[in-house]
């Protein structure tokens, strides 16, 4: 049997929806949609009930990316076992085209701090973050990507670059990498650096899937711009710029449309979809070309 690392993310090159239960009966009325569906694992951790029944409606008809958010995968304490075991038990059941988690920690202690909380970029760091990647393929059985962070804070200790970090660690574990478009943007922003220079030396070739978000703006302490990743409006113009040059780059791929907050009705999260589905037709028309 392969290393789980070898098994490739089988997720279609289409656009993709955060899928939330108020949509249920849209999503089931509009067979216009086609592309794929993503659900957080820890939404879906229960034995049965309502979540498990619409998802496994939909299931028959969308390939599914099952997308972390509590594995604390960067935590300086061991992976939470049961927490493992209920991911595995919900890969087991819907064998989801992807799974991803965030390159962050959330816990201490066994306290769920609610939050996706940075790292220092440094070789103590790296050890943990691989080792946590290993363990959780293995467990699971199957390939996972690691998503780059949306942040607010640096660490004066890191001395890894975040491209070069992420880069390494699927170098050494076999994982593949989610692109977040939008967190460039954000932690570019927050930190004053330049979001294509960022993208310029992101691996671009390990990426198997693609967010994009909206974020909101606040002002800082001392009055500069912050932006957050709020996930509660429509994709910004600078994050689709900057998306259809990551196309340009790498060819079409499977794309997220995430909208966790101020959820709007069918038509608008479909008409955003829609804009990313247009955007990798024409890549892909390229590339062809």
């Known amino acids: 049997m392969p290393h789980p690392a070898a098994i490739p993310t089988t997720l279609p090159r289409t656009a993709g929806v955060g899928f939330k239960p108020e949509h249920l009966a ?3 009325a509009d067979r216009s949609f086609e592309g794929f569906l993503e659900v957080h694992a820890e939404n879906y951790m229960g034995a049965g009930g309502p979540p498990h029944t619409a998802l496994g409606r939909l299931r028959r008809d969308h390939a599914l990316s099952i997308h972390g958010v509590g594995l604390s995968i960067g935590g300086a304490e061991p992976l939470d076992r049961a927490h493992l075991a209920r991911l595995k038990t919900l890969c087991d059941r819907y064998e989801p085209e992807s799974f991803s988690e965030h390159l962050a920690w959330s816990t201490h202690e066994g306290v ?11 070789a103590e ?23 780059n962070p949306a942040t607010y804070v640096l660490f004066a ?17 076999g994982c593949g990498l989610l692109l977040d478009v939008n967190n460039v943007v ?18 671009l ?22 932006l957050i990743d709020a996930h509660g409006s429509p994709v910004a113009d600078p994050v689709w710029a900057l998306y259809e040059g990551v196309l340009r780059d790498a060819g079409p791929l499977p794309t997220l449309i995430e909208w966790d907050n101020d959820v709007p009705a069918w038509p608008a999260l479909a008409a955003e979809a829609a804009a990313a589905e247009r955007l990798i037709r024409r890549a892909a028309r390229a590339r062809a070309a």
């Open 125 to 147: 760091t790296f050890r943990r973050v691989a080792e946590h990647v290993d363990q959780v393929q293995t467990a699971l059985g199957r390939r996972m990507l690691l998503e």
């Open 112 to 122: 769920f701090l609610d939050d996706l909380l940075p790292l220092p970029y440094t």
């Open 157 to 173: 200790e890191s001395d890894i670059p975040e491209t070069d970090f992420l880069a390494e660690i699927a170098a050494r574990t």
């Open 205 to 226: 070739g390990l990426v198997d899937e693609i967010h994009l978000a909206g974020h909101s703006e606040a002002t800082g302490d001392a009055g500069e711009r912050l």
């Open 26 to 28: 849209d999503l089931l």
């Open 186 to 203: 954000v932690s570019a922003t927050n930190h004053g650096t330049s979001a294509t220079a960022y993208l310029a030396a992101f691996p």
